[in-house]
């Protein structure tokens, strides 16, 4: 991960499942230079990076989901104001409930009224457009993005210049070396992305 970051830069970063053992590592460290966190270190399993070089932040947050009891499950958030432009922006890493199942979408549904009313209070209290990405742990046609779309969200394949059509979901890549892993592409197209 830390030569993706390094070599690509991204300008905003939303991770999942960040959890103890990746704290132990120096990614975050090695990062430091060009990335803050936002999120208490250790206790954070969504984290979310940002370049200091482009951004300021003017304020953030994060939480966990209710009903989920699960660390991994939640929302971090922040709005960052450009450097040169000073045009601000809200950005949201999440990552929603995953167990399968029709009592389960009840509980995606409820993390996705609770990102909703974050996203709305604090982007309304700024003025300023939202950006959410991260784990969603659901397909396109399904109640919890129905209710995002209910609620203003619209789905960036739809509003991108460019994307893949493709979906992310694939399954995990088999080790074939001591640091390389091979993955097979999916034929699926992307209303079967999960994430």
Request: charge should be negative; aromatic fraction near 12%.
């Amino acid at each position: 991960y830390r030569r993706l970051f390094t070599e690509l830069k991204p300008d905003v970063i939303g991770i999942q499942e960040y959890t103890q053992g990746w704290y132990d590592t120096d990614l975050f460290d090695s990062l430091s230079d060009i990335y803050n966190s936002i999120g208490a270190p250790g206790e954070n399993y969504i984290p979310l990076l940002y370049r200091k070089d482009k951004f300021t932040c003017v304020d953030s947050g994060w939480g966990l989901y209710e009903d989920t009891d699960d660390n991994t499950k939640g929302l971090t958030w922040a709005v960052l104001s450009d450097k040169e432009t000073e045009k601000k922006l809200m950005v949201c890493n999440t990552h929603f409930w995953w167990v399968e199942g029709p009592e389960h979408d009840k509980i995606r549904c409820k993390n996705a009224a609770e990102m909703s009313e974050t996203i709305n209070v604090i982007s309304k209290k700024y003025n300023v457009p939202a950006f959410a990405f991260g784990d969603l742990n659901t397909t396109v046609n399904t109640d919890p993005i129905n209710l995002l779309l209910e609620n203003g969200f619209s789905l960036m394949i739809n509003d991108a210049e460019n994307a893949d059509r493709v979906s992310s979901y694939h399954f995990d890549p088999e080790r074939i070396g001591e640091d390389t892993f091979k993955g097979s592409p999916t034929e699926d197209n992307y209303e079967h992305s999960i994430d």
